[in-house]
């Protein structure tokens, strides 16, 4: 390989990544890539085989067929390599309990083999950052949930690693957390190549560049969030409130009009949706016909889709293949 | 190495994080007093020699050791940590290595405190300093050869107590290989060539001709290969088990 090959590469290469277990095929055919710069959400159901492609890549476990370069290394023959550039926060957080958080992280440098004074900056640095000043003398196992999560964080990003895994980082935070760490993620993408997994939906708009989805061990989706929201049934919907009953004719005037699939009319009074033909951009229209008809509306808005449904919708289609057992 | 250093120096602090080190440490002294002093007559034989001490030390470690290295992978493995572990940029053998150290000095520290031990056989007589030394010597080799057997146990299991059990039972079969308990399981039908295998692996055997006072390199080599060939096998047990 050239050495504008080596520059070039994604910073995690998966490529046909399969994971049996027993007769139970957890990851199927997985390939996908994470570039330097990039947050890549990991999507799916619980037991999609999330956690197990993100073990795979950290070198936890040894996959039954396929290959994963990290940074240019091949997990299952430079394991040490790739795991001195990687950082990992795996699913649940885990720590040693009985450790105060700064004896944890220093333990952490210390394998990570940093000499006394680098050891005391790193920790301080990665203290700071996942903003857990009030607790570090505390046994980790008194801390909260959220704390604990935050002290897994600063074992992740202690070496401050070009490349960072993180199985369900803001799992079990309460919303101020959750936005604290989703700020401190976007903040390190620019010079990093991450990837999280999470069954939160918003988390992907908010911080991802790139969503794949997996269900079943077999990878579904692989494109913007953008692109995920505009699979949705009611991306560009056009959404009308009037400030009293639905006019008569309004039904039979909207499906009149280019583009509109249908018009459906919502749970409480005066609502009213007009769903687009293959998602075409018709609120123009719409608002030019409640001009023309003089209806009062209250509010008109348009709908940038849904993702639990396209989630929905992603997941359960397919099923898994006849043969399989669950573990 | 630097690995290997710092997973001995958690795992020592963890022993003397919670009360387990102490707990440990004063039943060890105080046990091996009371066999010395009363099952072993220690004043009634009216010998300057630590015979009596040193004697009861396999039957102490028997159920003392597998208390101590159960928890070493086991509870890796139940807290989750062993995935934070074993993502580390470390080799399993740096890990293994690392934690059967900490143990191995963590006994040597419990070991070295009966000193009193020592003195008073000192004041009481003409003591044979080199033997007693090399007696010391010799149950700390065979102390980690308990605690190899322990370390490995704890790799296969997330459960303590059914690694302190297993351990206790695999113990207790070498200590007494070479001995009819042991030995009446295999007579009769494992060949010959395995029965002499088995009774030549005996703690007891090799560790009492260390307290001897002999320096034969046999003892030394079976106990240094003994402890090489259950950090393997735990080595193994955790490179294939560790996601189990």
Known sequence: MTRAAIKTEAAIKVISLRKDFGAFTAVRDVSFEV?????LGFLGPNGAGKSTTMKMITGFLIPTRGRIRVAGFDVSRQPI???????????????????????FLDFIARVRGYNRRERRERVAAAINKANLGSVVHKPIETLSKGFKRRVGLAQAILHDPPILVMDEPTDGLDPNQKHEVRELIREMARNKAILISTHILE????????????AHGTLLFDDTP????????????VKIRFEDEVPAAAEACLRRLDEV????????AGHLTVLPDGGASIVRRVTQLVRD??????????????LDEVFRRITTRTEPVPGDIEP | MSATGAILRRELGNYFATPVAYVFIVIFLVLSGVFTFYLGGLYERGQADLQPFFTFHPWLYLFLIPALSMRLWAEERKAGTIELLMTLPISVGEAVLGKFLAAWVFTGIALALTFPVWLTINYLGDADNPVIL???FGSFLMAGAYLAVGACVSAFTRNQ???????????????????????DVFQGWAPQALINAISSMSFLGHFESITRGVIDFRDLIFFFSFIAAWLLANAIAVETRKSD
């Open chain 2, 161 to 183: 107590v059914i690694a302190f059990v297993i351990s206790f039972v695999i113990c207790f079969i070498f200590v007494l290989a070479g001995f009819p308990m042991v030995m």
């Open chain 1, 293 to 306: 008809e003089g209806w009062r509306i209250e509010e008109i808005y348009v709908e940038s889709g849904q």
């Open chain 2, 134 to 136: 090399l007696s010391y």
């Open chain 1, 35 to 39: 570039r330097t710069g990039e947050v």
């Open chain 1, 261 to 268: 699939a249908d018009v459906i009319f919502g749970i409480s």
């Open chain 1, 203 to 214: 988390e992907v708009d908010a911080i991802c560049d790139r969503a794949i989805i997996i």
């Open chain 1, 226 to 237: 953008q692109q995920l929201l505009a699979m949705s049934t009611v991306h560009n919907a």
């Open chain 1, 81 to 103: 390599e790739v795991k001195r550039r990687i950082g990992y926060l795996p699913e649940g957080a885990p720590a040693y309990d009985d450790m105060t958080a700064t004896a």
